[in-house]
């Protein structure tokens, strides 16, 4: 069965520091992973997303996402915080019909 | 705008009481996906269709239902609402079958009293 962990519930960052979100996943066929992001009271957007081919995945709002297969790792990163990204972010692998979801992680960015 | 569109924004509804949430997908998408958040169990799949299929089901309760008509919109009908049924509803819309990257609509909030 296919899983996704993401590590810390609330992560806190200042503006203009480098912004890391954990998420790890199993999946016992190659995976497809994604980031969306959620605005309050908005629905989800997605990030980006990985599915076959160049392992580093650039989206959208300077994010980007790295899959590493030995490590089962598909974490998020954006070089440097604006106040706009302060959001929930979740991480999801697909299993063909449908997606897997982590429990989330908000992000708070600090003035 | 994302191009799914959900009606209504807010619910509120009584126990025992019946609703319906309506979705329209993005233009040109064949698959709806319907998904239950709410703050003790996250988000959790409900139900899948494609082009008046169902696909796939998830933790769907008995107590509700979903249908897509030929016009490619669905309703999610919840039935003898109860109290845990307080959440956020939310539709999401792709081209094709597989769950390759959705697009979201902004959800109806249902709360029970």
């Known amino acids: 069965a296919q899983s996704v962990t993401q590590l810390g519930s609330h992560v806190s960052v200042s503006e203009g520091a480098l912004v890391l979100l954990r998420c790890n996943y199993s999946?016992?066929?190659?995976?497809?992973l994604f980031w969306y992001v959620q605005y309050p009271n908005q629905g989800l957007q997605l990030l980006l997303k990985?599915?076959?081919?160049a392992t580093l995945v650039k989206g959208i709002n300077g994010f980007e996402a790295e899959f590493k297969k030995s490590e089962t790792s598909f974490h998020l990163t954006k070089p440097s915080a604006h106040m706009s990204d302060a959001a929930e972010y979740f991480c999801?692998?697909?299993?063909?019909?449908?997606?897997?979801w982590g429990l989330g992680t908000s992000l708070a960015v600090n003035p | 705008d994302s191009g799914v569109t959900q009606t209504p924004k807010h619910l509120i509804t009584a126990t025992g009481q019946r609703v319906t949430l309506r979705c329209s997908p993005r233009?040109?998408?064949?698959?709806v996906y319907w998904y239950q958040q709410s703050l003790d169990q996250g988000l959790q799949f409900l139900i899948q269709?494609?082009?008046?299929?169902?696909?796939a089901k998830g933790n769907i309760l008995e107590r509700f239902s979903a249908q897509q008509f030929p016009d490619l919109h669905s309703e999610l009908n919840l039935s003898s609402l109860e109290l845990g049924d307080s959440a956020l509803y939310f539709c999401?819309?792709?081209?094709?079958?597989?769950?390759?990257?959705?697009?979201f609509g902004s959800g109806t909030r249902l709360t029970v009293v």
């Open positions: 990985y599915t076959t081919g």
């Open positions: 999801a692998v697909s299993n063909n019909r449908k997606l897997i």
């Open positions: 999401a819309s792709s081209v094709g079958d597989r769950a390759d990257g959705y697009t």
């Open positions: 999946s016992s066929v190659p995976p497809y």
């Open positions: 233009s040109g998408d064949l698959s």
């Open positions: 269709y494609y082009n008046g299929e169902e696909r």
